[in-house]
């Protein structure tokens, strides 16, 4: 068995069949240019396991990263290995189907997370004034940000599930962008100390603006204007106004949030 190896931004694995980013290894499952079952996922595991002890502090970013590709790996594995009950037997179509949009979602998370990591390095999301002292620990109450991205990824389904009944015929631009959504998320606080989450979507909501609703919250989150709450076990999270939000009078100019 190999080691794991980080080469810049990238983790790479060593297996029998395989030899290179886990990134890689997921899209080749997927366009059917790599056997699944050919593939060791436990000895990928074991490596990306002793790689974690080696580091210094733990990276979260790559412990989700890799928890997220293994995930789907197991999944399209699972499905390929083991015989399914007859009652239980689904359209292979129906099959693909899922599994291409559980891999366009975590692509898509990914993209969006570094997007807003790029644009936080340049200082061109969101340019705070001078006199604003910017913290940037989050606050979250009996939420984990899994929790959160858990809460995303079943808006991203169910969206998915309604896109699936409509034809598409024409491309449709975003009617929301992250700075909208910033302001919308602002001005309904003006009024209430705290909105439900369910709330920041419309029933016609798409995937792009389900993206640019979390990258909003993200942003809120980082710059302490609001925190997130959750006051029951598998209760709905709430977004509540942060200790930096004071009376809401803050500037929220276009060119200050990048739109």
Same mark, same amino acid.
């Given at each position: ?7 810049? =931004? ?8 395989? %030899? ?14 790599? /056997? ?34 293994? $995930? ?38 990914? %993209? ?15 340019? $705070? ?63 209430? /100390? ?23 919250? &993200? ?5 302490? &204007? ?20 004071? /009376? ?7 060119? =200050?949030?990048?739109?």
């Amino acid at each position: 068995m190999g080691m794991i190896q980080r080469a810049s =931004e990238e983790v790479k694995v060593h297996l029998t069949d395989f %030899d290179g980013p886990i990134d890689l290894l997921l899209q080749l499952v997927r366009e059917h240019k790599l /056997d699944i079952k050919t593939v060791r996922l436990g000895d990928m595991t074991a490596q990306y396991l002793s790689f974690l002890n080696e580091l210094d502090t733990l990276d979260l970013d790559l412990a989700s990263e890799f928890i997220e590709v293994g $995930a789907i790996l197991v999944e399209i594995k699972s499905k390929q290995i083991l015989p399914k009950p007859v009652e239980e037997e689904e359209e292979p179509e129906d099959s693909e189907a899922l599994l291409r949009q559980r891999l366009e979602e975590y692509a898509l998370f990914k %993209d969006a997370s570094e997007d807003l990591k790029t644009m936080d390095e340049v200082g061109r999301y969101y340019r $705070a004034p001078a006199v604003m002292k910017v913290n940037t620990n989050w606050k979250l109450d009996g939420v984990s940000f899994d929790d959160l991205t858990n809460a995303f990824t079943a808006i991203l389904a169910r969206v998915g599930e309604n896109a699936a009944k409509i034809e598409k015929t024409t491309i449709k631009l975003d009617r929301f962008t992250v700075a909208d959504k910033i302001k919308d998320v602002v001005t309904r606080l003006k009024t209430k /100390d705290r909105i439900r989450f369910s709330q920041l979507f419309a029933a016609d909501i798409t995937r792009s603006e389900v993206i640019n609703t979390f990258l909003a919250v &993200l942003e809120l989150l980082k710059r302490q &204007l609001v925190t997130c709450q959750q006051t029951q076990m598998f209760g709905e999270i709430e977004i509540v106004k942060g200790g930096a939000f004071g /009376d809401g009078n803050f500037d929220l100019t276009d060119s =200050e949030f990048g739109a």
